[in-house]
């Protein structure tokens, strides 16, 4: 079923909206940043922003859904995309980072969690944890598989996901330093992984 022309661009513009708002906050913080400073980015006046979100809070927790949804995506490609469990956590990252350095990016920095109402909270820590649960299921993979030499993947797994979760903080770079970025990161952030016989 074809989507409706009126929704299409709804969607379109909202997603123009997170992706300011996560520049703003991840640039600002929460307290920081404000409405104000994302109309302003978009050229928007301060009601019609409120077409798309109702208050700052509801427009962290979709930037936090955004961040999720992307991390989810990365994720899902790179275990479809099969091969050892090494192989896997590499693509994974390679691809969540082509994402949030791209043109799709930025992505926002989930660091403002305690900020939002309580079922939104819940909501977004829950989509959290199960990330981080999946990804500690491709080091397991990994482990069982002889790509991953053992080790706590609980700790591993944060260890990585706090890195990448942070590279929008401090990326500003062009599509140059993007594509250093992309090819670099994921061996880095992995390179303590390989057994000893990869």
């Known amino acids: 079923m074809a989507r409706n022309p009126d929704e299409t661009r709804f969607s379109q513009q909202r997603d123009r909206v997170l992706k300011a708002a996560a520049h703003c906050f991840n640039r600002k913080g929460y307290s920081g940043a404000s409405l ?5 980015m978009l050229g928007l ?5 409120y077409y798309y979100v109702k208050n700052k809070e509801e427009l962290v927790y979709l ?18 995309e099969g091969g050892t469990g090494l192989e ?31 079922e939104h909270r819940d909501e977004v820590l829950e989509l959290s944890r199960q990330h981080s649960k ?21 700790m591993t ?3 990585i996901m706090g890195s990448i979760n942070w590279i929008p903080k401090w990326f500003h770079g062009g599509e140059a330093a993007a594509d250093n970025v ?5 061996d880095v952030l992995t390179r303590g992984l390989a ?3 990869v």
């Open 134 to 154: 999946n990804f500690e299921d491709i080091l397991e993979a990994g482990i069982a598989d002889g790509s991953i030499e053992a080790c706590d993947v609980r």
């Open 195 to 197: 057994a000893k016989s």
């Open 63 to 80: 930037c936090y859904v955004r961040a999720a949804d992307v991390g989810r995506e990365a994720m899902q490609r790179a275990v479809a």
């Open 88 to 118: 896997q956590a590499r693509r994974y990252l390679r691809f969540h980072i082509e994402i949030m350095v791209g043109e799709r990016g930025p992505i926002a920095i989930m660091s403002e969690i305690p900020s939002l109402k309580p």
């Open 45 to 49: 006046t301060d009601p019609a922003l």
């Open 36 to 40: 104000k400073d994302v109309a302003n």
């Open 182 to 186: 992309i090819a670099g990161f994921p």
């Open 157 to 159: 797994g944060n260890a």
